[in-house]
């Protein structure tokens, strides 16, 4: 029972920040493979870039990977600024501040992405 | 011989004290090394969606293959290189700290961190290879 007391808690953030990590390594692995190494040189034109967001797979994976990449930056932002010995107050006000400029970058991602996935495939 | 530390400037000592790693313990260093480039990463987050914002412009491919141009310069590359470089050590730091938190490895954390930031150090040798050679 005295080392059950001893052992780690952890906070539901550092939890997802975990998760959203390793998920991240498979996500960015991705990433890089398909832009840098499956076209010879990678996608370096206009038309390549075109070419690969044709691709619905690749739709879903980039918006997949836009979400999980910017809640974990976005919680990694609200780690380092509670570091600064916040009130509540502030601490809630960091929080929404912080998702809102997420649900925003989320938003601009999806509009560049559907945006050139229509004109990929008219 | 060392100067006495109550014969530097204080902005010397104010260098020191936020950049000097030596003396510090492996903890603070790897924690500083994490926030840093998870800092950088998130500033090159916004920074990627800026530039593929040149790719719905209205004279898109022109202001693409303009960035393309500037991309390939040597100045430019080396930005790649230290982007990598933050990838590698914010991703196999946060594996370290995620392994070492559920309770694996807890006596040996150090030394998996001095061997992964090795790894990092080779790997971006690699990187660096591929990006200005190939």
Same mark, same amino acid.
């Given at each position: 029972?005295?080392?059950?007391?001893?052992?780690?808690?952890?906070?539901?953030?550092?939890?997802?920040?975990? #998760?959203?990590?390793?998920? #991240?390594?498979?996500?960015?692995?991705?990433?890089?493979?398909?832009?840098?190494?499956?076209?010879?040189?990678?996608?370096?034109?206009?038309?390549?870039?075109?070419?690969?967001?044709?691709?619905?797979?690749?739709?879903?994976?980039?918006?997949?990977?836009?979400?999980?990449?910017?809640?974990?930056?976005?919680?990694?932002?609200?780690?380092?600024?509670?570091?600064?010995?916040?009130?509540?107050?502030?601490?809630?006000?960091?929080?929404?501040?912080?998702?809102?400029?997420?649900?925003?970058?989320?938003?601009?991602?999806?509009?560049?992405?559907?945006? #050139?996935?229509?004109?990929?495939?008219? | 011989?060392?100067?006495?530390?109550?014969?530097?400037?204080?902005?010397?000592?104010?260098?020191?004290?936020?950049?000097?790693?030596?003396?510090?313990?492996?903890?603070?260093?790897?924690?500083?090394?994490?926030?840093?480039?998870?800092?950088?990463?998130?500033?090159?987050? #916004?920074?990627?969606?800026?530039?593929?914002?040149?790719?719905?412009?209205?004279?898109?491919?022109?202001?693409?293959?303009?960035?393309?141009?500037?991309?390939?310069?040597?100045?430019?590359?080396?930005?790649?290189?230290?982007?990598?470089?933050?990838?590698?050590?914010?991703?196999?730091?946060?594996?370290?700290?995620?392994?070492?938190?559920?309770?694996?490895?807890?006596?040996?954390?150090?030394?998996?961190?001095?061997?992964?930031?090795?790894?990092?150090?080779?790997?971006?040798?690699?990187?660096?290879?591929?990006?200005?050679?190939?």
């Amino acid at each position: 029972m005295e080392n059950q007391d001893k052992l780690p808690t952890y906070s539901g953030t550092w939890i997802w920040q975990a #998760l959203t990590g390793i998920v #991240l390594v498979i996500l960015l692995s991705l990433h890089m493979i398909a832009h840098h190494f499956v076209v010879e040189g990678g996608l370096r034109t206009y038309e390549d870039v075109l070419r690969y967001v044709a691709n619905p797979i690749i739709i879903v994976l980039e918006v997949i990977f836009l979400g999980v990449v910017t809640y974990h930056a976005m919680a990694g932002v609200r780690a380092i600024l509670f570091d600064l010995d916040m009130s509540d107050r502030a601490k809630t006000r960091t929080t929404r501040v912080l998702t809102v400029v997420g649900l925003i970058l989320v938003a601009w991602g999806l509009y560049l992405s559907f945006y #050139l996935f229509r004109i990929a495939t008219a | 011989m060392a100067v006495p530390i109550q014969q530097q400037s204080t902005v010397r000592r104010a260098i020191k004290a936020w950049f000097d790693p030596r003396g510090r313990s492996t903890g603070l260093i790897a924690f500083a090394l994490m926030r840093l480039s998870g800092i950088g990463l998130v500033v090159y987050l #916004l920074l990627h969606l800026v530039v593929l914002s040149t790719l719905t412009g209205a004279p898109a491919p022109e202001a693409w293959d303009t960035f393309v141009r500037m991309a390939k310069h040597p100045a430019f590359l080396l930005l790649d290189v230290i982007l990598i470089a933050g990838i590698l050590v914010h991703m196999l730091n946060g594996l370290r700290v995620t392994v070492v938190g559920l309770g694996f490895g807890t006596n040996s954390h150090k030394g998996l961190f001095w061997t992964l930031m090795a790894v990092a150090v080779l790997l971006v040798a690699y990187a660096a290879w591929l990006i200005f050679t190939k």
